[in-house]
């Protein structure tokens, strides 16, 4: 197996195209860093909320889209990433990426040891497990004193001003890409999808899917604990119903599934999609959520792979590849 993916004819162009997507992305980074120059704190608060979704997506389309662990747990990782960071801002007065570091950390060992109960459920199964994991961990910081209880914590210090905010997230956005691209654009995704598609198949053939799998999700975990850390850093304030909130999870799986699930651009698409839609209808949360669950609906029956995955059909858009 190994020497089949080693040979194949795809791993040149697909190293290639690896190429162009990381020179695209440094160019993005290079562009966007100015923006706080010269755009306001509405188009920075849009930008910022834009970057932690997209952190989010990219992680949760690798742990779905690629190897098949459709989860619902993210906003577990999201408010260990919170409480992390805030805790080390408050008592150790750590700086800000080295807490984000920490809770990358925190985030990736949870999700380790979590796993060996988790994959022993499949499908259904261990999306449910996710989300009672979310559930368990909520609890866990409402009952316990140490965590703030249900009123959570505050944040000691004044916040970072918004501009160095989104200079950060837009760093964290930048890795976050820049890590799923190596995962997507080398023989990594050949072995992840092996996995999604049949896990006994790809066993018999050589690759042992616990660890590939194991290896998704704690990536994933890691980006979301991140992407919470940063999060909290933003509010200055977090408690548990709304860092380990079940939308959280939502969110990110609709974001995915509108974009395109399994395609590099579906995250990007997705994210931009629904900050796009939810700014439309601000000031009709109703129609928002109906809307949403509509646009979900009619995407999953009529094009499943998504915007990207209908674009790409399209004459004049078809040989661009997602």
């Given at each position: ?11 040149g ?32 608060q849009?930008?910022?909320r834009?970057c ?27 408010g260990?990433g ?15 990426p ?10 990736g ?44 914590i ?24 820049l ?10 995704s ?18 042992r ?17 991140m992407?919470?850390g ?13 860092m380990?909130g ?14 395109g ?31 949403a ?19 790409v ?10």
């Amino acid at each position: 197996m190994s020497d089949a993916i080693v040979s194949s004819p795809r791993v040149g162009s697909a190293s290639t195209g690896g190429l162009v997507e990381v020179a695209v992305l440094v160019g993005a980074l290079g562009v966007l860093w100015f923006v706080p120059d010269f755009a306001g704190d509405y188009w920075l608060q849009l930008g910022f909320r834009t970057c932690v979704y997209l952190v989010l997506a990219q992680g949760w389309n690798l742990m779905a889209g690629s190897a098949g662990l459709v989860s619902l747990g993210t906003s577990s990782f999201i408010g260990l990433g919170a409480y992390a960071a805030l805790g080390l801002l408050n008592r150790v007065g750590a700086p800000l990426p080295l807490a984000l570091l920490i809770c990358a950390t925190a985030g990736g060992v949870l999700a380790a040891l979590v796993s060996p109960a988790l994959f022993r459920l499949r499908g259904l199964y261990f999306t449910v497990g996710t989300l009672a994991l979310a559930e368990l961990l909520r609890l866990l910081m409402v009952n316990v004193s140490a965590f703030g209880g249900a009123t959570g914590i505050i944040l000691q210090e004044d916040p970072p001003a918004l501009p160095v905010l989104f200079r950060y997230v837009l760093v964290l956005a930048f890795l976050a890409s820049l890590t799923i691209t190596l995962c997507t654009r080398t023989r990594v995704s050949v072995i992840l999808r092996a996995v999604r598609d049949d896990e006994d198949a790809a066993a018999q053939m050589g690759i042992r899917p616990y660890r590939v799998k194991l290896g998704a999700f704690v990536l994933a975990s890691a980006l979301a604990a991140m992407a919470g850390g940063i999060q909290a850093a933003k509010l200055g304030a977090i408690e548990p119903y709304g860092m380990f909130g079940l939308q959280w999870s939502i969110d990110v799986l609709s974001m995915v599934i509108i974009g395109g699930v399994g395609l590099r651009l579906g995250p990007l698409v997705g994210a931009l999609f629904v900050v796009a839609l939810g700014e439309a209808l601000a000031d009709y949360p109703e129609a928002h959520t109906a809307i949403a669950g509509v646009i979900l609906i009619v995407l999953i029956r009529f094009a499943p792979q998504g915007i990207v995955g209908l674009a790409v059909k399209l004459p004049l858009i078809g040989r661009v590849q997602a």
